[in-house]
Nanobody, 125 residues
C-alpha cells in the first residue's frame, strides 16, 4: 500500500508560480505511475498530467501544457508539479495519485489506486 501526502499549495497572484510536492510512503514508489489531478468547486475531477515510473515520459492536459511540469525523484519517493504562469482558472484542490498498472497518458481518475488528501491552490486575479 502507498500513502501519499501533498504539500506546497497556497495563494498566489495570476502569473505567479507554485511547486507542489507529493511524498509517498513505502519502498515501491518507483513501481507506480504517478498522476496529478485537480478539482474546482462544483466541477468534476480533472486530469492535469502523468509521469511514468522512471520519469522519462510525461503527459499533460491541454489546459496546462507549456505551463506545468511534472517531475519525480524516486530516491526521495517524491513527485512534483511545477506550476508557472498561473491563471485564476487553475484554482482547485490538487491531488496526486499512484497507479500500478495504467496505460501511458491515461487521464481517467478511476485507473489510479491511491490518492493523497489534496492541497488547495488559489490564484487571485
Amino acid at each position: 500500500q502507498v500513502q501519499l501526502v501533498e504539500s506546497g499549495g497556497g495563494l498566489v497572484q495570476a502569473g505567479g508560480s507554485l511547486r507542489l510536492s507529493c511524498a509517498a510512503s513505502g519502498r515501491t514508489f518507483s513501481r507506480y505511475t504517478m498522476g496529478w489531478f485537480r478539482q474546482a468547486p462544483g466541477k468534476e475531477r480533472e486530469f492535469v498530467g502523468q509521469i511514468s515510473r522512471s520519469g522519462t515520459n510525461t503527459y499533460y492536459a491541454d489546459s496546462v501544457k507549456g505551463r506545468f511540469t511534472i517531475s519525480r525523484d524516486n530516491a526521495k519517493n517524491t513527485v512534483y508539479l511545477q506550476m508557472n504562469s498561473l491563471k485564476p482558472e487553475d484554482t482547485a484542490v490538487y491531488y496526486c495519485a499512484a497507479a500500478m498498472i495504467i496505460s501511458p497518458g491515461n487521464s481517467s481518475w478511476s485507473q489510479y489506486d491511491y490518492w493523497g488528501q489534496g492541497t488547495q491552490v488559489t490564484v487571485s486575479s
